[in-house]
Nanobody
C-alpha cells in the first residue's frame, strides 16, 4: 500500500519561491514515476510535473521554465521547486503516481496549500 504526505506550502508574494516535498511510503518508490498535481478552487485537479524512475521530467506548459521536479530515492521523497510564482499558481498541491492515468486513487494525501498573493 502506497501513501503520500505533502508539505512545504505557504503564502508567498508574486515572484517568490517555494519548495514542496512529498514523502512516500512503500518499497516501490524507486521504480515508479511520480507526479505533482494541483487543484485550484472550482477547478479540476491537473498535472503540474512528472518525473520517471530515471529522472526524465515532464512539465505542464504553464509551469515550464519556472518549476523543477526532482526526487531522492534514498529518502522516498519527490520535490517541486517553484520559482517566479504567479497568483494563478494558487492551489492545493498533491503528489501521486505519474502519469495521471496511473494515479492511485486511495493514496491521495491531504495536499499542501500554496497561495500566491500580495
Amino acid at each position: 500500500q502506497v501513501h503520500f504526505v505533502e508539505s512545504g506550502g505557504g503564502l508567498v508574494q508574486p515572484g517568490g519561491s517555494l519548495r514542496l516535498s512529498c514523502a512516500a511510503s512503500g518499497s516501490i518508490f524507486g521504480i515508479i514515476a511520480m507526479g505533482w498535481y494541483r487543484q485550484a478552487p472550482g477547478k479540476q485537479r491537473e498535472l503540474v510535473a512528472g518525473i520517471s524512475s530515471r529522472d526524465i521530467t515532464n512539465y505542464a506548459d504553464s509551469v515550464q521554465g519556472r518549476f523543477i521536479i526532482s526526487r531522492d530515492n534514498a529518502k522516498n521523497t519527490v520535490y517541486l521547486q517553484m520559482t517566479s510564482l504567479k497568483p494563478e499558481d494558487t492551489a492545493v498541491y498533491y503528489c501521486n503516481v505519474f502519469p495521471p492515468g496511473l494515479v492511485v486513487e486511495n493514496a491521495w494525501g491531504q495536499g499542501t496549500q500554496v497561495t500566491v498573493s500580495s
